[in-house]
């Protein structure tokens, strides 16, 4: 498990690395940002990536941490899981966001892995993009031409795709506040240590008994996450009633393409959809443990 | 066992034997103070890099070098012509028939290869990462030949895994105990039967994915070539490496240091630890080879990969009348070390607990194109145990009977004892009765029962089953004799030797080569306790050739009822000659004199002297009695006259969630008997790992393959072993019937868990959801095919 031979720089600022990136570009280097790690050495010690130019994006102050913008929250790109999974204002505001990140791996790859490379590196199975993209995150990456903003339903364009060209970096992603939301991420895994063989973000606001809006984030049932949309219509107006859930996330495969692995077959993830979907929206709405 | 001293022994209360000692190798091994193999770093050392065929079958037509040659750093890059006159060919050390036929094996392919991963270059260089490099660069060109992947496939010969073979079968072994004498014909006894039940049961491939990966370091420089491997067993090792490479067994010096697990899976001759040896000598500098994770899941020898065929006859009563077992056993590519004795050793085992009297039992050893298979963990016997659990409760549906109430009618009572079994091997001791009740009892298995019918009838999601695994095994490999009858190349006694410092410090030398298991403890308690000196006070040594010089190594939970018998021997002979000294000192007769708490005491007196005291007299030798020779040092070799039979009961409460195929362990009950305990804690480990290994292979563990013969599951993302959070709280309990094979008592702990545990597992998922159908499921039991088994039963109207 050695890398091919690599060379490295830590830059501290982003312009810094932005010019290393263009460099990098310019002489036809492969390169590559490194975050926490946790997916780019491994491929890279089983010789799948081998970049001629690792830039560490750790000793760049002001890429971690959380701000408060009133109505929104800013997540620094390089805030690690384990913050993502116990920091107060996530846990206030976006509670969808530390559930999620609670179940990634272990306390050892939360300490490292971070927030933003989970979703620039999109990988099907992980555990963050379904709940940025069932939040509605805003993706703030800057490049050679400086800053752009992209919506989360333009992110995840493709299997480990996403809208962060070559040259550029993700700096941070705004989420809005869900104040008053019910919130579960339900995860499907054999083992609990496990990538996501299918599991459900849900964000639930009910109003006077009936539940006014749902969103659901889908995890592994496509190339890139998806959002749950026939489930999300069939619930909105739908009684706080464990039968009318179920009876809505029965839809919850619907335009989903799961691909077949060693954990399941496509048939069997496109059942568990369903499953966990209506687990977790029932766990959203306070019905955990309601089972029919 | 007839050579212990038993009047030398203190009879009062046992300080030791018994105590729950912490471990003393312990503080080494989690402060990193440990010696592991790839720790070592010798003057010079190189690296090497192994390249490895990306195809399962094919034929090598050219090899370029001259890259990889050129790398910075590369002292050379060797391929299998290059070898081809030192090689030799790896060793095979159990020919189970006569006619067994088997491809020759060089460590390094030089026509053709047979399997993913089989080595064709090695490039040794300056550094790790300079060899890694420079093994991108050697450029093989191949002939791609049709690969043979399933079992029942290769069987039917269409394709052939070796070009060399006319057929994929090595040798079939038959055992029938009509013609044994053993017992009755299995054809009329199944014929004469109520019923007869048939199954095919699978065992899937299974990687034993030790912690520490495996690791070579060879040293030439010198008389002798040393070489460091983490390995179980360095005594065999040297041995097969002179038999193998023709250098002189004198001239080899192995040396196991720390090493990190091995459930079977490092008792081995490897390709790589040839290799390292034969680099190391052609550069005349050391050499070391570590693999790597993935190197160490794809080419390290696999375990179990079976297919059981079995029919069982019963009375409607449900008294069994025989046992038929067909076995197809899929070697992989190659024959390694015993290979082909696994599943035999699993023949004496598919009667279990259980005393019918007609039995035969069929193996087709088989090749395909995967990597070799060989010992793991219980090595034939949870095949057997898994077949014939599992068709005890297939009987038991058959007849409407509760499963403990089946094998109750058909368990040898404690009355009988020894019991001559239907498979030729006499079990001493056990209570089978003893160990259920316990279990039961612990288990609350009439509660849980109750629960399960008002899940079933309520319809619940969650539904519940009880899985039921009395079993025993043998262990303690192996009498001599018995290993010879089944043709194996050596025998099964252990070695010891206890040597006394002048200081009264005690060193014993012990040729069971630990890897995990706690000797240095254990060994240290029995001594302290016969000689009476303080358990601080004892060093054990072991692993090097040439501080221990005579040993076969830790496998087949062989080390304390071997190992452990020949330390206490040695012990014994110690006593005797201290005794001789003492009296001299004392100026009284031996008959004299009580040897209790470290020291002698003549009789009726107050005068004693402490075995300390006579150690110092012996190395001063002032005063010796005449023709007595200065030293307390021992030695001896013990060779069983019997297998030690642990047996128990175990009961597995395991949920299922019908909606997602989810299995969980509810419960777990556990009652062993495993004779007399040294160190409860340390039997806790062994009972609590090997729980979790059995369990493992039922519901997580699978090597995949894709039909061109690459392994699918090639990491740990995809060859799921399991952690802490994924097991139950176990409740484990134990039952002491002592062997009678040996002095203690013992029988052996290492595998038992392991080989019980798998059928309680799969027994109880298909109790939680037999009535909906389903009747099978495949191991291991995911979600997935348990919901798709659900899916199945639904659709062809199981449902009730
Ligand atoms: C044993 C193990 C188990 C795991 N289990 C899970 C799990 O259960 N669920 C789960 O979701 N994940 C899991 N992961 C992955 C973990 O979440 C990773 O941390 C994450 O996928 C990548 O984050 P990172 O910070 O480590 O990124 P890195 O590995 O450093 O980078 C990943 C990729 O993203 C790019 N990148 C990173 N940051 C930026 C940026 N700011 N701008 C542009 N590009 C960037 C890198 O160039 C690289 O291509 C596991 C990882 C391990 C090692």
Redesign the pocket.
Same mark, same amino acid.
């Given at each position: 498990m050695i890398p091919s031979a690599f060379d490295y720089a830590a830059p501290t600022t982003v312009e810094e690395a932005l010019a290393l990136l263009a460099g990098a570009d310019a002489s036809g280097d492969d390169v590559?940002?490194?975050?926490?790690?946790?997916?780019? @050495?491994?491929?890279m010690k089983l010789r799948l990536?081998d970049p001629s130019l690792v830039?560490d994006?750790g000793r760049i102050p002001g890429?971690s941490g959380i701000t408060d913008n009133g109505s929104s929250l800013t997540i620094g790109? +390089?805030t690690? &899981?384990h913050v993502m999974a116990t920091d107060p204002l996530i846990a206030a505001h976006v509670p969808l966001l530390s559930q999620?990140a609670a179940?990634?791996?272990?306390p050892?790859?939360?300490h490292?892995?971070?927030?933003?490379?989970? *979703?620039? &590196?999109?990988?099907p199975?992980?555990? +963050?993009?379904a709940p940025a993209l069932a939040m509605d995150a805003v993706f703030n @990456?800057t490049g050679p031409a400086g800053p752009r903003s992209v919506e989360a339903a333009g992110f995840f364009q493709g299997y480990f795709t996403?809208a962060?060209e070559e040259g550029? @970096? *993700?700096?941070s992603i705004t989420v809005p506040k869900f104040d008053g939301w019910g919130s579960h991420y339900e995860?499907f895994?054999r083992v609990a240590?496990?990538?996501?063989i299918v599991a459900v973000a849900a964000l639930v606001r009910v109003e006077g008994g009936v539940i006014a809006e749902a969103r659901l984030g889908l995890?592994n049932m496509a190339s890139t996450p998806l959002r749950a949309s026939a489930t999300e219509a069939a619930l909105a107006g739908c009684a706080v009633d464990a039968e009318a859930i179920a009876a809505a996330c029965a839809h919850a495969a619907e335009g989903t393409d799961p691909a077949s692995d060693l954990n399941g077959d496509a048939a069997y993830r496109r059942h568990l959809a369903t499953v966990v979907a209506r687990r977790a929206v029932l766990a959203a709405v306070g019905l955990q443990g309601t089972r029919g | 066992m007839s050579t212990t001293t038993e009047s030398a022994h203190s009879s009062g209360p046992s300080p030791e034997i018994g105590k729950s000692r912490l471990r003393k190798e312990d503080a080494r091994l989690i402060t990193g103070r440990s010696r592991y193999t790839d720790n070592m770093v010798l003057p010079g050392m190189l690296h090497l890099a192994m390249v490895r065929s990306p195809y399962a079958h094919a034929r090598i037509t050219n090899i370029e070098l001259t890259e990889a040659k050129a790398a910075p750093g590369v002292f050379a890059v060797l391929t299998g012509t290059d070898l081809a006159a030192e090689q030799g060919s790896l060793p095979n050390a159990w020919p189970v028939t006569p006619d067994q036929k088997a491809p020759a094996h060089p460590a390094v392919a030089i026509e053709e290869v047979a399997f993913a991963g089989e080595i064709v270059a090695v490039v040794i260089a300056r550094s790790a990462a300079a060899a890694r490099d420079a093994a991108e660069l050697v450029d093989v060109d191949y002939d791609e030949l049709p690969v043979v992947m399933d079992l029942e496939e290769a069987f039917t010969d269409a394709v052939l895994a070796h070009t060399s073979l006319e057929s994929n079968k090595s040798a079939t072994w038959v055992f029938d105990s009509a013609e044994a004498g053993t017992g009755t014909s299995i054809e009329d006894a199944l014929a004469a039967s109520d019923v007869v039940v048939e199954r095919t049961l699978y065992q899937q491939r299974l990687i034993p994915a030790f912690m520490e990966p495996r690791s070579t370091v060879v040293d030439p420089t010198g008389e002798q070539i040393t070489m460091y491997s983490a390995t179980q067993i360095p005594h065999i090792l040297r041995v097969m490496l002179a038999l193998t490479l023709g250098i002189p067994e004198s001239k080899l010096r192995v040396i196991a240091p720390d090493v990190g697990g091995g459930f079977g899976g490092k008792l081995q001759v490897t390709p790589e630890e040839i290799i390292t040896l034969l680099a190391a000598r052609r550069m005349g500098k050391p050499c070391k080879f570590t693999e790597t994770r993935s190197e160490s899941l794809q080419v390290g020898h696999h375990g179990r990969a079976q297919v059981q065929r079995m029919k069982i006859g019963a009375t409607k009563e449900g008294i069994v009348t025989g046992l038929s077992v067909n076995l197809l056993a899929d070697m992989g590519a190659y024959l390694g070390l015993i290979t082909s004795g696994i599943p035999i050793l699993g023949a004496f085992m598919y009667n279990s607990i259980y005393k019918f009297p007609a039995y035969r039992f069929e193996c087709n050893n088989i090749f395909t194109n995967k990597p070799w298979t060989d010992a793991y963990r219980g090595a034939g016997r949870p095949e057997a145990t898994f077949a014939i659990e599992r068709m005890m409760d297939e009987l038991a549906t058959e007849l409407n009977m509760d499963p403990l109430v089946l094998r109750e009618k058909n368990w040898i009572k404690h009355t009988e004892f020894p019991f001559a079994t239907v498979a030729g091997l006499e079990y001493d001791t056990g209570n089978y009765e003893a160990a259920t009740a316990k279990a039961v009892a612990l288990f609350d298995y009439d509660g849980l029962r109750a629960e399960q019918k008002r899940r079933r009838d309520a319809g619940a999601t969650i539904q519940l089953g009880i899985g039921v695994s009395t079993f025993t095994e043998m262990c303690g490999l192996a009498p001599s004799r018995v290993l010879g009858a089944l043709n194996y190349a050596a025998g099964g006694w252990e070695h010891a030797q206890v040597r006394v410092l002048p200081t009264g410090n005690v060193e014993v030398v012990t040729g069971s080569s630990a890897h995990g298991q706690g000797h240095e403890t254990a060994w240290s308690q029995l001594v302290a306790d016969r000689l009476g000196v303080p358990f601080e006070n004892v060093e054990v040594l072991h692993g090097d050739t040439q501080v221990s010089q005579r040993g076969l190594d830790t496998y087949g939970s062989r080390s304390l009822t071997v190992g452990g018998m020949a330390v206490l021997a040695a012990a014994d002979k110690v006593i005797e000659k201290a005794k001789v000294i003492a009296a001299h000192l004392m100026e009284a007769s031996e008959e004299d004199l009580d040897f209790t708490n470290g020291a002698f005491t003549v009789r009726g007196t107050d005068t004693s002297t402490s075995f300390s005291e006579i150690a110092f007299a012996v190395f001063s030798a002032h005063n010796m009695p005449d023709g007595v020779e200065p030293n307390l040092d021992s030695e001896a070799t013990f060779d069983p006259v019997n297998f030690s039979y642990p047996h128990g009961t175990h009961l597995a409460a395991m949920e299922v969630d019908t909606e997602t195929g989810q299995v969980k362990v509810l419960k777990y009950v556990c009652v062993d008997d495993i004779g007399v305990v040294v160190n409860p804690m340390i039997v806790e480990g062994q009972v609590h790992g090997g729980l979790a290994q059995g369990i493992s292979q039922a519901l997580y563990e699978e090597a995949v393959y894709d039909d061109a013969g690459t392994l699918v599951s090639g990491s740990?993302?995809d060859y799921l072993v399991p952690g802490a959070p994924d097991l139950p709280h176990y409740i484990t309990a134990r039952t002491e019937t002592p062997a009678t094979s040996n002095q203690l008592g013992a029988k052996g702990v290492g595998e038992a868990g392991t080989i019980a545990s798998t059928p309680a597992i799969v027994n109880g998922v298909l109790d939680a959801i037999r009535h909906l159908g389903v009747t099978d499921i495949k191991m291991p039991c995911t979600p997935s095919r348990v919901w798709h088994a659900l899916q199945e039963a639904k659709s062809t109207g199981g449902v009730q």
């Open positions: 590559k940002l490194l975050a926490g790690g946790q997916s780019l @050495i491994p491929v990536a830039v994006l890429l790109a +390089m690690p &899981h999620a179940t990634v791996a272990d050892q790859v939360r490292r892995g971070t927030f933003g490379g989970a *979703l620039v &590196h999109a990988d199975a992980g555990d +963050m993009p @990456i996403t962060v550029e @970096i *993700l700096t995860k895994t240590q496990q990538w996501s995890t | 740990f993302v």
